[in-house]
């Protein structure tokens, strides 16, 4: 059982030192925060965590899963677990100044990416894949020290609606932290299993730069497509299992922070059809979606590793709570970055992409990968 401690008002400070703690003993924890909610959570795992071969949700007691794009996922048994919330003064901005962003660097991340999104459309154009997401990376130097829960809290902030986690795993010798819009499998205590479809993307911005209203949205063809590849994955995953009894409400637009996207969401009531595993039987089959990889999976997997140049680590990967009081909220991990930090310098590399379809143009969606780094990038570097 985890020693839950309830915290009224505990001090951001508490937490970075614990955090610090934690590091130095080479635990692994997670902080986290739940969409539209404003209970924050910190959970530690002395051992580190352990890597999990089977998915089987219901038997894992009460933790955080993390899983990479490919790969095993990690899972930290919730030991200690947390529960608090910060005052908004003690929220300050985490690096304190802008980042130098190297432009040489960042132009030839350019060409290598609009050259990729370029050959992506003729092999599409070809017939080998219907879609496919590609991504890149934003890599920037600090001088000095990075305040994790600083920047925690600063996410909260900004990003109300979204899912927002800083999250260390020892093995790994970094820091993750995410703002991110997109479920991947949730169920609540009343057993109602949840996924959701998200794709398309544009600023939320007008030329005068006022937020625009979800309702006011107008999309081309090409998003709409690219969303539709998602939802039909997530039927196809159900037709893999025979699930027919599931509701399916959307598309509609979404506001996630700067960006505005498509969402279709799909829900199953599993007490009604007494199928208590179907979260970790879904989680298996939906990672990863359409939405981060592309349709068909195995041939965009293939050319996502031969025309991307970094890892992608966990990034696109999923993260969240499990078996914490009856539910289970994991979430694609996007708008991410990862800190390491050294001596002198705080390295933190930022992750973004996009979906590919024959009717993209490759410098609409290197810019669509600028908007998703900005995400980020603006609450982090002020
Ligand atoms: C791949 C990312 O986002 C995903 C891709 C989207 C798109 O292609 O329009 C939109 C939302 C996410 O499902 C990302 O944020 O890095």
Not at 47 to 53: F, P, T
Not at 113 to 125: G, M, N, P
Not at 168 to 187: H, K, M
Request: proline share 4%; aromatic share 10%; charged share 20%.
């Amino acid at each position: 059982m985890p020693t839950a401690i309830s915290y009224n008002n505990t001090s951001l400070l508490d937490w970075e030192q614990l955090w610090k703690e934690t590091v130095q003993k080479r635990g692994g924890m997670a902080v986290w925060r739940l969409p539209k909610s404003d209970k924050r959570y910190f959970l530690v795992d002395s051992s580190g965590g352990e890597k999990v071969g089977s998915l089987d949700l219901e038997s894992f007691p009460a933790g955080f899963l993390v899983a990479p794009f490919t790969g095993l996922p990690y899972f930290l048994k919730a030991e200690t677990l947390l529960e608090g919330s910060f005052t908004s003064d003690e929220i300050r901005a985490a690096f304190g100044q802008k980042a130098k962003h190297d432009q040489v660097q960042n132009e030839q991340k350019h060409q290598h990416f609009v050259h990729w999104v370029s050959k992506s459309i003729e092999e599409i154009k070809s017939g080998t894949f219907q879609k496919v997401v590609l991504s890149r990376t934003d890599e920037v130097e600090f001088p000095g020290n990075f305040s994790t829960l600083k920047a925690f809290g600063q996410l909260c902030q900004a990003y109300p609606n979204a899912f927002v986690c800083a999250l260390y795993i020892p093995e790994l010798a970094s820091t993750w932290l995410c703002a991110t819009p997109e479920t991947l499998v949730e169920q609540d205590a009343q057993g109602i299993f949840r996924t959701i479809a998200l794709a398309g993307t544009q600023s939320a911005l007008d030329a005068d730069g006022q937020i625009v209203s979800p309702q006011n949205a107008r999309w081309s063809q090409k998003e709409i497509e690219e969303q539709a590849y998602v939802c039909r994955y997530i039927i196809e995953c159900f037709k893999k299992i025979r699930l027919r009894e599931y509701q399916e409400i959307g598309p509609k637009t979404i506001l996630a922070g700067n960006l505005l996207h498509l969402k279709t969401e799909f829900t199953v009531d599993t007490q009604a059809l007494n199928f208590s595993q179907l979260p970790g039987i879904l989680l298996s089959l939906l990672h990863p979606t359409s939405a981060v990889c592309g349709t068909p999976k195995v041939e965009a997997i293939q050319w996502i590793s031969q025309a991307e140049k970094h890892a992608r680590e966990l990034y696109s990967g999923y993260l969240g709570p499990v078996n914490l009081g009856d539910e289970i909220h994991l979430f694609v991990n996007l708008r991410t970055v990862k800190i390491a930090q050294e001596e002198t310098v705080c390295r933190a590399t930022y992750f973004a992409g996009c979906g590919i379809t024959e009717d993209s143009d490759p410098e609409k969606e290197w810019q669509e990968t600028v908007m998703k780094c900005q995400t980020l990038q603006q609450v982090l570097e002020g």
